[in-house]
């Protein structure tokens, strides 16, 4: 179903969207993540797999700073996205998550009509000079959401009239309506029924086309179903990143083996 080759040229700095060096993150005395070195690419899906409590959202968070927002939360290291630091104290974190999008295991849509949910952030943004504007950003995001033929008559309806798997690509057109380079996907089907899982993992592969995205998951096959790249995380480590073909058939280090064959986790 799924195109799921990487790309055959070789990777150059240009495929480059995300760049992580030593990045630590502690929660008071917890050492949630431990030294993660990793290149993240652009227009690739990239899944993050691992046991629980590995870190997985951890990590994810430290892309678009929302770890920011816990207290106890401490974060070491360097973050690049096309080489700017995002840590940097020029930059400004509610920005930063209009271009790092996000989307949640749980689809939260705002309680607001289904045009509204989209047309929130492009509003505070400023993407939008006038009304028409707004209407023809609104349709783009959620054809590009997947999910415009299906709401183009409601579309003053509540977002949390919508099924499961229409709130989660409602909340994806929210994530893409501010233009975006990186989506981040944290569990983004585990609340969802087979065809809405299915709906949402084709959905993926399109996205890909125009971001670099990167998907959490508790599901191996998920993984090897919508992600070119895979990155196994344990205990805080980032234990093997590679083509996610080579993690399943081949993998280089005994953890990443155990976790695939279903030993650890
Ligand atoms: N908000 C938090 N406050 C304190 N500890 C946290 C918080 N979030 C996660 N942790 C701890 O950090 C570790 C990694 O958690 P997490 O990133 O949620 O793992 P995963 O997403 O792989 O299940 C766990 O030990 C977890 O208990
Ligand atoms: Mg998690």
């Known amino acids: 179903m799924y195109d799921n080759r990487a790309s055959e040229s070789a990777v150059t ?25 990793v290149s993240i690419l652009d227009k690739t899906v990239t899944a993050f797999i691992g046991p629980s409590g590995c870190g997985k959202s951890t990590f994810l968070r430290c892309i678009n700073r929302m770890n920011d927002t816990i207290d106890v939360a401490r974060v070491t290291g360097d973050i690049r996205i096309d080489g700017e630091d995002i840590n940097d104290a020029r930059v400004d974190p509610v920005q930063l998550r209009a271009k790092v999008g996000m989307v949640f295991q749980k689809p939260n849509p705002f309680p607001k009509s289904i045009y509204d949910n989209v047309a929130y952030g492009p509003k505070i943004h400023g993407l939008a000079k006038n009304k028409g504007d707004l209407d023809d950003i609104v349709e783009r995001a959620l054809r590009r959401g997947a999910i415009w033929d299906e709401v183009k008559d409601r579309l003053h309806a509540p977002g949390t009239g919508l099924s499961g798997g229409q709130q989660q690509r409602l909340c994806i057109a929210r994530a893409v309506a501010t233009e975006p380079e990186v989506l981040l996907m944290d569990e983004p089907c585990s609340a969802l029924d087979p065809i809405a899982t299915g709906q949402v993992e084709e959905l993926i592969d399109e996205l890909r086309r125009d ?55």
């Open 13 to 37: 700095a240009d495929d480059i969207k995300i760049e992580a060096k030593g990045v630590n993150v502690h929660y008071g005395t917890t050492h949630a993540i431990k030294d993660v070195d």
């Open 211 to 265: 971001y670099s995205v990167v998907i959490v998951t508790h599901s191996m096959q998920q993984a090897a179903r919508v992600s070119q790249k895979t990155a196994f995380f344990h205990l805080g480590n980032l234990i093997e990143y590679g083509d996610t073909d080579e993690i399943f058939t081949n993998p280089k280090d005994p953890k990443t083996e155990s976790y695939i064959t279903g030993r650890i986790g």
